[in-house]
């Protein structure tokens, strides 16, 4: 099963409950949440046993999600983002989703790029 046959159950305004992240099948799911007392290491579906990554060091994939992502960060170096508060899941539509799915085909740069969203923070502004 593709990408673009899930994100009819991607639930954009509750990301955390959605069904999405509760396929756990070995063969085709993509897994739930990390664990947070192992790194937010998944633990099932596909994705979660001998697959590693190893950019930029080598682990598992870990997935972890945080409603108020930037206040963190903006409390650091306070101009990267002008709203800090606001709810990650209000920036995260459905016509995003189909957009992020549908307008990257061979360019995982600009993917990562645009779903992560603002990338001026460097490592040097987080140390």
């Known amino acids: 099963m593709t990408l673009r046959t899930h994100t009819h159950i991607l639930d954009s305004a509750d990301v955390y409950g959605s069904s999405?992240?509760?396929e756990s099948s070995p063969i085709s799911g993509l897994g739930g949440w990390g664990?947070?007392?192992n790194d937010y290491t998944v633990s099932d579906g596909?994705?979660?046993s001998g697959f590693a990554l190893s950019?930029?060091?080598y682990h598992h994939l870990r997935r972890n999600w945080t409603i108020q992502p930037y206040i963190a960060i903006a409390a650091v170096v306070?101009?990267?983002f002008p709203d800090?508060?606001?709810l990650a899941n209000s920036t995260f539509t459905p016509e995003k989703v189909r957009n992020l799915v549908n307008?990257?085909?061979g360019d995982y740069v600009g993917f990562q790029a645009d779903i992560e969203g603002p990338n001026t923070c460097t490592a040097q502004c987080m140390s």
């Open 103 to 105: 307008s990257h085909v």
């Open 20 to 22: 999405f992240f509760k």
């Open 55 to 57: 950019y930029p060091v």
């Open 46 to 48: 596909a994705l979660s």
């Open 78 to 80: 306070p101009s990267i």
């Open 84 to 86: 800090p508060y606001v």
């Open 35 to 37: 664990d947070p007392n």
